[in-house]
T-cell receptor, first 114, second 113 residues
Framework: DADVTQTPRNRITKTGKRIMLECSQT?????MYWYRQDPGLGLRLIYY???????NKGEISDGYSVSRQAQAKFSLSLESAIPNQTALYFC?????????????FGDGTRLSIL | KQEVTQIPAALSVPEGENLVLNCSFT??????LQWFRQDPGKGLTSLLL?????REQTSGRLNASLDKSSGRSTLYIAASQPGDSATYLC????????????FGAGTILRVKS
């Protein structure tokens, strides 16, 4: 089984719908992240959480919300999806306790908003 | 605003060639620089992490260097193989930005057999 699992892997939905993307990890890491990837722009940070009670906005948090249900689970919600949120979404984890820790990524969720 | 730039955006080489991918960043105050590989339909795989106090890291045929003063890193791939074909991403953990990564847009590498 993958260490960082994202569900669903693919999703097509309509403008205005509420969507939840889920991420679970078996690595025992404290830190979890949500990114989106757009062609030619690399990955951009949406939200991050350094422990269960810590939630922080990233570079592009508008239109998104998150929930850290447990150390192993971090969900990303789009309250009212719009077409420019069509992108590839990645969840990542890393150890806590300071920097210089590599991040470990899930396989991504391809989201299309019609 | 801290930024990471990767050149070239795409590269095509014959099998067996040695190659260099470039990454530049705007602020020398960093914790580390990381190189990732991304295969189509897959997530990112961490290749090498260079801490700010280090000059280079090696893993197999891969060697990454770091020059903080000039804001540059290179990823050297020796004796390239078709299996090396992927997108390579550079990411920097800037001190001012906290324990978060800023990514470049990536270099798409194709190794022809």
């Amino acid at each position: 089984d993958a260490d960082v699992t994202q569900t669903p892997r693919n999703r097509i939905t309509k403008t205005g719908k509420r969507i939840m993307l889920e991420c679970s990890q078996t690595k025992g890491h404290d830190r979890m992240y949500w990114y989106r990837q757009d062609p030619g722009l690399g990955l951009r940070l949406i939200y991050y959480s350094f422990d269960v009670k810590d939630i922080n906005k990233g570079e592009i948090s508008d239109g998104y919300s998150v929930s850290r249900q447990a150390q192993a689970k971090f969900s990303l919600s789009l309250e009212s999806a719009i077409p420019n949120q069509t992108a590839l979404y990645f969840c990542a984890t890393s150890k806590g306790g300071g920097g210089n820790q590599p991040q470990h990524f899930g396989d991504g969720t391809r989201l299309s908003i019609l | 605003k801290q930024e990471v730039t990767q050149i070239p955006a795409a590269l095509s080489v014959p099998e067996g060639e040695n190659l260099v991918l470039n990454c530049s960043f705007t602020d020398s105050a960093i914790y580390n620089l990381q190189w990732f590989r991304q295969d189509p339909g897959k997530g990112l795989t961490s290749l090498l992490l260079i801490q700010s106090s280090q000059r280079e890291q090696t893993s197999g045929r891969l060697n990454a260097s770091l020059d903080k003063s000039s804001g540059r890193s290179t990823l050297y791939i020796a004796a390239s193989q078709p299996g090396d074909s992927a997108t390579y991403l550079c990411a920097v953990e800037f001190m001012e930005y906290g324990n978060k990564l800023v990514f470049g847009a990536g270099t798409i590498l194709r190794v022809k057999s």
